[in-house]
């Protein structure tokens, strides 16, 4: 597997560099936005990790460059902790983030969940394409259409809406997807999900403000509406 990784101190670039190949992983690496932007044209990568304060581009926007054409899976490292930096950085499409200074194993049990999630591993999610109405999933080529239109999904939306998708009727908490999905505790910061379930409706709905399939059950969390 081919991971970007793209951040201007340089020092750091190398040590990530290093123990990522030590696992077995390809590594390429940048050290500003726009070559982040390049690279990830220019090349097949499996994930990408992204400083979020970084020259001539910030990895915001960079972030948003790249899903412009690619829905390779990114996750922003950033030094800053605040709640509104995070949820920017879900905004821009990024799909994870991990505030520095973090632990090396920390990063690359992310990056295998990260990963696996976005089935770059030989685990399969399973074949069959879901249907909800207009909305239509596959979750082998892992790619979605809103009717006749294809969707580009980040990894994160994608396994959130096909979850939902496996299990229309069911009502999640905010807690439940945040730990089915994400596979670890955010800290409680639950707005991760409610940036990711409007990003879903944006993309997939007929009409973001008035949804017809994903739907909140006010006080208690999200589902798919059923069929049945």
Known sequence: MKI?????????????????????YQVEVGYDGQAAVDLARSGAFDLILLDLMMPQLDGLQACMRIREF???????????????????????????????????????????????????????????????????LDPTERAAWKGEERVELTAKEFDLMELLMRNPGRVYS???????????????????VDVHVR??????????????????????GYYLKSEK
């Open 4 to 24: 970007l990784v793209v951040d201007d101190e340089r020092v750091l670039v190398k040590g990530i560099k290093f123990n990522l190949e030590s696992e077995g």
């Open 70 to 136: 690619s829905n390779v899976p990114i996750i922003l490292l950033t030094a800053k902790g605040e709640d509104a930096d995070k949820l920017m950085g879900f905004e821009c499409g990024a799909d994870d983030y991990i505030t520095k200074p973090f632990n090396i194993l920390e990063l690359k049990a992310r990056i295998r969940a990260l990963l696996r999630r976005s089935g770059m591993t030989q685990q399969k999610t399973g074949s069959g394409k879901l249907t909800a109405g207009h909305i239509t």
């Open 174 to 192: 905010r807690e439940n997807l945040l730990n089915v999905v994400w596979g670890y505790e955010y800290a409680g910061d639950y707005r991760t």
């Open 199 to 220: 990003r879903l409706r944006e993309k997939l709905e007929l009409d973001s403000a008035s949804p017809e399939y994903i739907l909140t059950k006010w006080g208690v």
